[in-house]
């Protein structure tokens, strides 16, 4: 059975207490894009501003949730910022790919947090990809309705850059 | 364990006032003397505190609807075989039993739905397709459930009348000193009359006397009184009241909806199909009566059995009784966790435990509701975190979830004792 150790890993609890990049970008010229949890309520408000090159110049978090969903964001975030739009994508495609083992057996409710990143990069991205930090949240696929918290950042993420795509 | 699944008697047995024995309560529960084995491999007696959200249900609910899937199970009204009446007579057999527990006159005013938001969207359906339109007025409270929320924002958007709402105040209170202002042009006011999330018990005869006085009809969404108090609908006045079976020992997937029969009779069928008409042509229909006319399609036939047992266990311990020990335990588990907790732990809602139900929503710290579950789940303590389908007075209370722990008849000071202790670990561990 696995511990609390197992989803509260240090590094979780360290980006939690002190989370990065947390604040707002004036929109424009940054988009925005507003992500809820309806199981727990959990909302959060992503930010990025890109340069023409389609490169993150910067992103901010705001919003309020659990550690999980936190440190996902503030890790979320330092993963992304500097990075193009399709590196993101890659990112977002090796998280989805370590998160999915349970997110398909929980129960989809059609959700905002269910949308989005369903078809992501080819899975061996997984392997090629450095998640860093991200890492930690590995724990995270044996706790199944914790998945949820863990991808919302991620799922909102997807949903800001959709929207930069399409201006 | 009971011996006979007919209906028990309705009159409690005699002899003086027992004690309340949750000892004996909890040896009617089977899923209460589980073990959760936590991550460390030790086992640990389940501590259930989240029925609010649903309760748990004794043998004899259990038994009950064995009994009719055993031994009288068909469809119900349809059949002149003997299987067929016998499950016809369990099914109007929960209706009466349930008209009784509330204090219905009629047990035709009693309509089985699937639950509280199925009853509270066939008054929005029904009632207030046929009455409602621009100029009018629906009110409803800062404490409701999003049942008695999102079925009149739905109907506003077709219908396009106005939706008020009366304020509540930081301990979590109606504030009716604009009550009657807030009532002119209103044609039915809805509230609730226990807050999931704070526990708040609302007065309810004195907001259906208000609503009355102004023409008004009132609708109460007594989802979580039904369970834990005494209730009787005549006493209240009120026109419409909502709830669900299977936060009162009953079983899921069923609700019902008491109306006042004169207005039942005036309003439209909500859905249609079979086992709601008196005739169908290729030219239109005409429905049936009273309570069919509410009832399309299969009925939860067992379910009615299940919660006319569940209603008869509740008669038995005594709805006085059921509302004094939660009174006690609520009184006991404010004082030992202000004490074990102090600063940094709120408990939402009225400071009186006399005012409010068995419902402690709870933030502590800086610590999210979500975390705190998953510690209280390493001691196998069960509560809720989240917004309880209460967005609205989430956010006026500031906060986007709370950590919930709730009670009933089978709870008792150790299963509170249970909650400090592990919230005091969630504490420490998640100490910033
Ligand atoms: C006050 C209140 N109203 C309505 C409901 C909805 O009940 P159900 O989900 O059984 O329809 C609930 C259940 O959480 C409730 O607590």
Redesign the interface.
């Known amino acids: 059975?696995?511990?609390?150790e197992d989803?509260?890993r240090e590094i979780i609890?360290d980006h939690y207490?002190s989370p990065r990049n947390r604040g707002e970008l004036e929109t424009p010229p940054a988009h925005r894009a507003e992500g809820f949890n309806p199981?727990?309520?959990?909302?959060i408000v992503v930010y990025v501003e890109a340069d023409e090159n389609d490169r993150i110049r910067d992103i901010k978090v705001g919003g309020?949730?659990?550690?999980?969903s936190?440190s996902s964001a503030s890790m979320m975030s330092g993963a992304v910022k500097g990075k193009t739009i399709a590196e993101a994508r890659g990112l977002m495609g090796a998280f989805k790919a370590m998160m999915s083992i349970h997110e398909t057996d929980i129960g989809g409710d059609g959700s905002e947090a269910e949308q989005g990143i369903d078809s992501p990069v080819e899975t061996i991205a997984t392997a090629e990809l450095k998640l860093g930090d991200l890492e930690a949240l590995r724990g995270v696929v044996k706790?199944p309705v914790?998945i949820k918290?863990a991808t919302l950042s991620w799922n909102t993420l997807n949903q800001v850059l959709e929207e930069i795509e399409a201006d | 364990m009971s011996e006979t699944n007919e209906a028990k008697p309705d009159t409690p047995s005699t002899g003086p006032p027992k004690a309340f024995d949750v000892a004996a309560i909890r040896a009617d529960f089977p899923i209460l003397s589980q073990l959760q084995t936590t991550s460390d491999g030790s086992k640990k007696r389940l501590v259930f505190l989240d029925s609010a959200a649903s309760s748990q249900r004794p043998n004899q609910v259990l038994d009950a609807m064995d009994e009719v899937y055993k031994t009288g199970y068909a469809n119900v009204h349809r059949g002149v075989y003997q299987l067929a009446e016998r499950a016809t007579n369990a099914y109007e057999g929960g209706r009466k039993k349930i008209a009784r527990f509330i204090g219905a006159p009629d047990a035709a005013e009693v309509i089985f739905t699937k639950n509280a938001t199925e009853s509270l969207n066939l008054v929005a359906g029904s009632w207030g397709r046929q009455n409602l339109g621009p100029g009018d007025a629906v009110l409803i409270t800062m404490l409701e459930h999003h049942a008695n929320i999102v079925p009149w924002q739905m109907l506003a958007a077709e219908k396009e009348f106005e939706i008020r709402w009366v304020p509540v105040n930081e301990g979590g209170e109606l504030i009716l000193d604009t009550l009657d202002q807030l009532l002119d042009g209103v044609k039915l006011f809805s509230f609730t009359a226990m807050s999931n999330v704070t526990g708040t018990l609302t007065p309810v005869r004195r907001l259906v006397d208000a609503a009355h006085a102004k023409g008004a009809l009132a609708c109460v969404d007594a989802c979580q009184a039904v369970p834990h108090q005494p209730v009787d609908v005549t006493e209240w006045d009120a026109d419409f009241v909502a709830f669900s079976g299977h936060k009162m020992l009953g079983p899921s997937g069923i609700g019902v909806l008491w109306g006042r029969r004169e207005l039942l009779e005036d309003m439209p069928p909500f859905l249609g199909g079979g086992g709601m008409i008196l005739n169908v042509t290729t030219e239109g229909f005409i429905p049936d009566g009273l309570p069919g006319k509410f009832e399309a399609g299969t009925p939860p036939i067992v379910e009615s059995a299940g919660l006319g047992a569940a209603v008869d266990y509740l008669s038995t311990l005594g709805m006085e009784a059921v509302r004094q020990h939660e009174i006690e335990l609520t009184a006991y588990a404010m004082r030992s966790l202000t004490e074990a907790l102090g600063e940094g732990l709120t408990i939402h809602g009225p400071s009186e435990p006399a005012a409010r139900g068995g419902v402690l929503s709870l933030t502590l710290d800086d610590v999210h509701a979500h975390d705190i579950s998953q510690i209280l789940d390493e001691s196998a303590v069960c509560i809720r975190p989240g917004h309880h389908c209460a967005k609205p007075l989430m956010r006026h209370f500031g906060v986007s979830a709370t950590a919930r722990a709730s009670l009933y008849i089978y709870n008792d000071t150790d299963d509170l004792d249970a909650l400090t202790e592990a919230l005091v670990k969630a504490r420490k561990f998640f100490a910033l």
């Open positions: 059975m696995a511990g609390l989803l509260y609890l207490r199981l727990c309520g959990d909302e309020q949730g659990c550690s999980i936190q706790f914790r918290c």
